[in-house]
């Protein structure tokens, strides 16, 4: 049995699996701390503060949202199109939670919805392999998602702090990290060729979206479409 980190044996959370999720996610961690920089060292250009990064870090917590914030951050600020535009994007996390359905209704409202503000793209795509392996409970995401958190705000703190130093961020390979983890996590969640016909109608409709339509649409059609395609699949092969 794992030991339980809350005294209720509907929490689901456990401190064994809490502490699999920060050995786990520590190689992830490292690429976050890169692309951390990257955005520590944009706040700077954009005219943030260390305080203002370091809320906007450990507030929001939400790469992808924050890098599109930073590309809007203009005088006047675009209020209602900047909410827009990171409503858009951040519609990924319905996706993501919606997968972990069947754990997460496992865990009481006051601990599951706490929970879910450590949900990013890294510590989904780490909690969900790893749940489905079933050697695991949601404490995985509750360690991988404290320890990501304290890198990503950590990394702002020091792009924001050495910005003076590092002027060109493609020059050390950090423009690159982003898109690292994300290839090394989605092989990660390779499961066999069963998976081929979603992917690559989720890629495929991304990229068309992507080209006929402004903004940050293709990122939530492509997850749709390559998600409604599994589902029928799933249930055609039942």
Do not use: C
Not at 105 to 133: G, I
């Amino acid at each position: 049995m794992f030991r339980r980190i809350l005294i209720s044996s509907s929490t689901n959370i456990s401190l064994e699996s809490a502490r699999i999720g920060v050995v786990t996610s520590l190689p992830v961690a490292l690429s976050v701390f890169a692309y951390g920089l990257v955005y520590g060292l944009l706040t700077k250009e954009a005219g943030l503060n260390l305080m203002e990064a370091a809320l906007s870090s450990g507030v929001i917590f939400a790469g992808s949202a924050q890098f599109v914030a930073l590309d809007m951050w203009i005088h006047p600020l675009p209020v209602s199109a900047l909410i827009f535009t990171t409503f858009v994007v951040n519609l990924r996390h319905v996706l993501m939670s919606a997968s972990l359905t069947p754990w997460l209704r496992k865990a009481v409202p006051q601990v599951r919805y706490p929970l879910l503000f450590f949900l990013v793209d890294e510590s989904w795509a780490l909690t969900y392999s790893a749940l489905v392996r079933g050697k695991v409970d949601l404490g995985f995401l509750l360690g991988s998602g404290v320890l990501l958190w304290i890198t990503w705000v950590s990394a702002t703190l020091s792009g924001r702090t050495v910005g003076a130093v590092i002027s060109d961020p493609a020059q050390f390979g950090l423009d690159f990290a982003f898109t690292a983890v994300f290839l090394v996590l989605l092989f990660g969640l390779w499961k066999g060729k069963e998976d081929i016909p979603a992917w690559a109608i989720a890629a495929t409709t991304a990229l068309v979206v992507h080209y006929f339509i402004p903004g940050k649409w293709y990122i939530v059609i492509g997850g749709l479409t390559g998600s409604m395609t599994g589902l029928w699949r799933s249930n055609a092969l039942r």
